[in-house]
């Protein structure tokens, strides 16, 4: 069993910059694949990113790369996603989920996640 605590969230203006984090208990840190989505308004959950188990390997969907970064402290159980350059299209509950079940940073799908946050809001003003 794993809990997972985002945080971070808020309100930001076109072109601003958002830190979230997503605090884990319950499981080894290193022994899970980490990974965040998000859901607007009346669209269907979509992944935003992943990493894998000891950070080196990373991914990221085509809308956020080079603008988000994903990354990962294990000695404090705490996954972040540096978001950058933030518009209004990435308003959105994001979530931090992590996986058991794949490895690397091949984690792009909701259904191979095991554990799910609660999720933060993020709104980004024009």
């Known amino acids: 069993q794993v809990q997972l605590v985002e945080s971070g969230g808020g309100l930001v203006q076109a072109g601003g910059s958002l830190r979230l984090s997503c605090a884990a208990s319950?499981?080894?840190?290193?022994?899970?694949?980490m990974g965040w989505f998000r859901q607007a308004p009346g669209k269907e959950r979509e992944f935003v990113a992943t990493i894998s188990r000891g950070g080196f390997g990373t991914y990221y969907a085509v809308s956020v790369k080079g603008r988000f970064t994903i990354s990962r402290d294990n000695a404090k159980n705490t996954g972040y996603l540096r978001m950058t350059n933030l518009k209004p299209e990435d308003t959105a509950i994001y979530y931090c989920?992590?996986?058991?079940?794949?490895?690397?940073?091949?984690?792009?799908?909701?259904?191979?996640?095991?554990?799910w946050g609660q999720g933060t809001q993020v709104t980004v003003s024009s």
């Open positions: 319950g499981r080894a840190s290193g022994s899970y694949v």
């Open positions: 989920a992590v996986s058991f079940q794949t490895t690397g940073s091949n984690g792009r799908s909701w259904s191979q996640y095991d554990y």
